[in-house]
Every structure is written in C-alpha cells, then in structure tokens.
C-alpha cells in the first residue's frame, strides 16, 4: 500500500513526538518529513534547555532515534514560508503538522523597555544555547525565532560581561535558568556544553546580585519545586528574601505552590546575604519603569496587592533596584508562520483536537501540535501527549476517507530541488555531532556547541570531523 506521507514543520519536541507516534501505529503506512529552519533537530531541547541541567538535555538522544526511524527523513536548514511556500508544501505531501514552537517573547510594555540592557529572557537563552540566530554569520533573517531579533552574539556578551547587579522579572523556571546562569560560577559552566565564546563571556562576568520580581505573592509562583531548590545549592550564593513580601499571602494554593512557599520560606528564615553573590526574591513588586541614559540602571518598582476579586492593583511605591541588566522572563510567544491561520489574539493556530481550523472550518490535511497548538507551557513530556492527540485526529481522518494518499515520498525532495534548497539531514546531524563531541573532548568536557552556522555547515560537509577553532 501507498504510505501515507506527511510534512511535519519543527523538530522540536512536539514534531519529533508527532513523528513517533505516526511510526507507532499500524493501521497506515507512513512516510514522515520532519522540517526544520535550523541546520540541527531538537528545537528547545537544544536552544532552550539550561545547558546546566545535562540530564535533560539528553532527552535528544530518544528524540534522536525517531529521527532515525526508516520512516522518518530530517530536512534541517529548510525554512517553511521562505524557502518553500506552505501551500507548495501541502501540494507536495499527503498532510501537514504544524510544530514551529513559540520562539518569541511577550513584553512588559514599561517606559524604557527599549533600553540597551533590556532584554528578553529568549534572547538571552539562545545567546548562551548557542542559537544561530544570535551568533553573527545569519545569512538571512529569521521567519520565526527569537524576537526582537534585537542582539546578537557581540552585543549579549558585553552586557553580561558588564553586569554586576541583573533583575528578571518573571517567576516560572525560564526565570530560574536565567538566574542560575547568570550568577553560577564559571567552573560549575565551564563543564557544560556551551558554546567557548559564552563561557568566555560568562568568565569575563563580575555579577554580585540578581533580583528576581515576582508580581504576586510567594505562593503564586510557577517553578517546580527541584529547580527552586537547585538555587539553594549553588556554591557561594545567599538567598535573601524581603520579609514584607513573605509574609502573608492571601491566594488559595495548590500542592506545587505550597511547596515552593515551603522552601522559599526556609530561605527567607536562614539567609543573611552575607555571600560574595546574592539572589534576592521581591514578591507583590512589579517593575512600572526601566530608568538610565542610554543603558539601563535601575528598574523602578511598585508594590501590589489583589482585590477581593483577585484582580491586581497597585499598593504604593516599590523598591528602585539597581540593574545593568534587565531580562524579561515573563512568558513565550508564538508568531504567525506566512499561509498558517493564526490568532493573534492567543498566539497560536486555531485548532480542534489538533485539526487546523482555516476560515472557520476543518482545513483539510493540515494538523497542529506542541507550543504553537496550546501556548508555551508544560514541560517537554506534556508534548507527548498533545502530538498523540493531534496524530489520533490525523489517523481518524484518513480513517474515515476524509484524507488519501496521493503522494510520493519523493514528491518533496523534488519541489526542494526544484527551489536549489539542499537540506540536511541526519547524516549531517552525526557528523555535527561527532564535531561537538569531539571539540568538547579536546576541551575536557562532553561537547562543545558550535553556535555559528558556518560551523555547523561546515561540520556537516567535512566527513573527517574536526572543525576549524
Ligand atoms: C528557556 C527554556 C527552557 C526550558 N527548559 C525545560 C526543561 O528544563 N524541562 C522541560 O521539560 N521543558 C523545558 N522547556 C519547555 C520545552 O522546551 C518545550 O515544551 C518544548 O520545546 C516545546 O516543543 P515544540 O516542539 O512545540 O517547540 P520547539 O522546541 O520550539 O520546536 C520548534 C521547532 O520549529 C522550528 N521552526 C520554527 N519555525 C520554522 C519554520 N518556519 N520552518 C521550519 N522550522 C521551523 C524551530 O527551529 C524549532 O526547532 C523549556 C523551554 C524554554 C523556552
């Protein structure tokens, strides 16, 4: 029987989870693309995941193997909606997925918010992932990335090479991998996989103190508990925590949120901030302005408080808390992909169970998963279930005759040859690999990531891998 073949856009974890359970069924025959914008698969697993916490990372070894699946090919460095338009992709393929994440950031839309030094929490990750889109030699803007596609490489490494005091505003764990970073010492990230001109960066660093606002109370914060206890272990690092913000909190809270209230308040017990480097939690304290010239240099914040109908308001003048460096780590965001329906209201694409809704009905053949199908939240496992939805609504249909299989596998190679778009696939992704492993080994670590996309390139291409320093 003809298989059935479907065009999967992002190699994220939602794509990739897309892929395999497509691969796990077998009441149809497949043959599953997955297409990326970068060079390399894994999307957030790789650009996302705080290089400090490696066991996760390694997720993409079970990713990888999907990949590697005689159904499955990997097209990397193939931008759907530039190099190839979505409806050629859909004229080439049986159905589409959509998984191309939400790589921008939302704003706090304060005065000064456009300040050198005021960043968002996306670009910071991906500077120090070692995201090609902020490492210079980007031959072409992104379609979707992290935005504002503000700083590059150059510009990330002086300012937190110039930090000593940082705030990030934000209280989920994208904020907690943000303050890791920036105030771990360099011998703990010099065993990591980031790239040498980060660490180098990050070496250079002189932070003392970061601040972390959250806008509601200590118990409505959306860490989990393991990564907030993670602060407390860092090695010459004081937790101070203002008691006026710890004191009462009126929300009712959930198991997670009383036991993040548990250890910030063991915290807010035991610490005297009397360590070289200190991480402070301000809770009901949001920032109303960014103050500097040129740069900013201070964040000026107001207390809150809620209402009887928990609506949030302001009680009164906050503390003014010096920053060289401010990062917004108050949520994701997905963009809209050229000839994808979406809503700009909730940033995503409209969707029932996965189906895509075009113009108010079913679009035939065209199916969502992962951050850009429900928004940028859970952890990667919550992909997992949300692909298997998406896959079940695709099988149904081709169930009930409403899809059929019209193409060959070989129908999209030829639409990107026609285009002179030359993809990578997982052949290049092992020799990739082998560089970084290698780079990192001559460097007494696990890997190396190499950020340029130049490197990557030309890793790819050289079948004796041993890219140039
Ligand atoms: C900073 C950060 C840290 C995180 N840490 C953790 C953690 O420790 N543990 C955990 O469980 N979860 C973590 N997460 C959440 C996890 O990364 C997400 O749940 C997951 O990555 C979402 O998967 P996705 O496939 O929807 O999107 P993504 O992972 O973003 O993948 C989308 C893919 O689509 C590609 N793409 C985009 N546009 C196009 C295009 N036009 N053409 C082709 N390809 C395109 C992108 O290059 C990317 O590879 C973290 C998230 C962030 C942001």
């Not at 809270?253 to 009383?258: D, E, T, W």
């Not at 920053?323 to 050229?338: F, H, I, M, N, Q």
């Not at 075009?358 to 928004?375: H, P, Q």
């Amino acid at each position: 029987m003809r298989p059935f073949v479907v065009a999967i856009i992002g190699s994220g974890p939602s794509g990739i989870y897309a892929a395999e359970a497509l691969c796990q069924q077998s009441d149809v025959a497949v043959s599953v693309a997955v297409l990326d914008r970068l060079p390399v698969p894994f999307g957030l697993v790789r650009y996302g995941v705080a290089p400090d916490h490696p066991s996760i990372r390694s997720i993409r070894n079970t990713l990888e193997r999907t990949l590697s699946r005689p159904e499955v090919r990997f097209y990397g460095d193939v931008t759907v909606g530039r190099d190839v338009t979505i409806d050629e992709l859909r004229g080439s393929v049986d159905a589409v997925i959509y998984a191309y994440g939400a790589a921008s950031d939302r704003r706090l839309d304060i005065p000064g918010e456009d300040l050198d030094g005021s960043i968002a929490a996306a670009e910071l990750v991906a500077w120090y992932c070692g995201h090609p889109d902020v490492h210079p030699d980007l031959e072409s803007p992104a379609i979707t990335g992290p935005e504002p596609a503000g700083i590059d490489a150059e510009q990330a490494s002086r300012l937190v090479a110039s930090t000593r005091s940082a705030v990030v505003v934000g209280v989920g764990n994208v904020a907690l991998d943000v303050v890791r970073i920036l105030i771990r010492p360099t011998a703990d990230l010099a065993r990591t996989d980031m790239a040498e001109e980060v660490l180098t960066a990050l070496d250079d660093r002189a932070v003392t103190d970061v601040h972390v606002l959250g806008r509601r109370g200590p118990a409505n914060t959306s860490f989990t508990t393991k990564e907030l206890r993670e602060l407390g272990d860092l090695d010459g690092v004081d937790i101070v925590i203002d008691p006026f913000d710890h004191a009462i909190d009126p929300a009712t809270i959930g198991k997670v949120a009383a036991r993040n209230l548990a250890v910030l308040s063991g915290w807010a017990e035991r610490s005297d901030g009397t360590a070289a480097r200190r991480i402070h939690f301000h809770f009901w304290t949001r920032p109303v302005r960014l103050a500097g010239e040129g740069r900013v240099a201070s964040v000026i914040t107001e207390r809150t408080m809620i209402d009887s109908t928990g609506r949030l308001l302001s009680a009164g003048p906050g503390p003014e808390l010096p920053a060289d460096l401010v990062v917004r780590s108050v949520g994701y965001r997905g963009t809209a992909l050229p000839g994808v329906p979406y809503d700009p209201e909730i940033a995503r694409v409209p969707h029932a169970e996965g189906r895509v809704i075009r113009d108010g009905s079913f679009a035939t053949g065209e199916y969502v998963t992962g951050w850009i199908k429900r928004g940028p939240t859970g952890v990667i496992g919550t992909n997992k279930s949300d692909a298997v939805e998406t896959v079940t609504s695709l099988l149904t249909d081709i169930a009930d005759g409403e899809l059929v299989a019209d193409h060959d596998r070989d129908d999209l190679d030829r639409l990107l040859a026609d285009r002179g778009i030359h993809p990578l696939g997982m052949p290049a992704w092992r020799l990739i690999d082998a560089a970084e492993i290698e780079r990192g080994h001559r460097q007494g670590r696990d890997r190396a990531t190499l950020a340029h996309r130049s490197d990557l390139l030309a890793a790819a291409a050289d079948p004796d891998p041993d890219p140039p320093d």
